[in-house]
């Protein structure tokens, strides 16, 4: 029994060292493949991060394209609104040689309506110091140099208007420009 006991002892011991050798080599491939999968899951991992970079540089560079085209549209645009600025100076300078070449000319007008209006009088004063006191036609005669200088002086009223509203035009022009 003791040989028995000591065979089977053996055997025993023989099977748990198989049991043992194959446990060890399972763990052995266990480890292996796992160690592979696990190279394999970094070589994808990095494969994915390097996509993934390459995806946002990218987007970055289609950022920085559209940013650039931005920035040359708004360099055309303030080229264009400098381009307005000067076209709209020349246009006030020309309206402003305008306005000082039509207040040239009606200051020539009210000049010469002076003229005119001073030698009516005169004419008029000698007309109505030849009628009589009593004459209808003095009266006549006076109430048309009365009608005539409260024309002149509505028509120059006028003339002084427009050149007032147009100065504060020109004036606000400017102002805006």
Known sequence: MTEE???????IQI??????AEEN??????????????SKRTKETI????????????INEQNVE???DLAEEKEALLQQQEELIKIQQKQSHKIEGSIKEQQGAINILIKNLRKKLTHLARKEEVLVSELSDDAP??????NRIISR?????????????????????????????
């Open 5 to 11: 006991a000591n065979e089977l002892a053996t055997q």
């Open 15 to 20: 099977e748990i060292e198989k049991v043992n």
């Open 25 to 38: 080599g399972c763990k052995a491939e266990i480890a292996t493949k796992e160690t592979q999968l696990e």
């Open 47 to 58: 494969a994915v991060e390097q996509k993934s970079s390459e995806d946002t540089n990218e």
């Open 66 to 68: 559209k940013l650039l």
């Open 137 to 142: 036609e003095r009266e006549a005669v006076v």
């Open 149 to 177: 200088s409260k024309e002149t002086i509505a028509k120059l009223d006028t003339v002084m208007a427009t050149l007032k509203t147009k100065k504060a035009k020109l004036t606000t022009e400017k102002t805006t420009i």
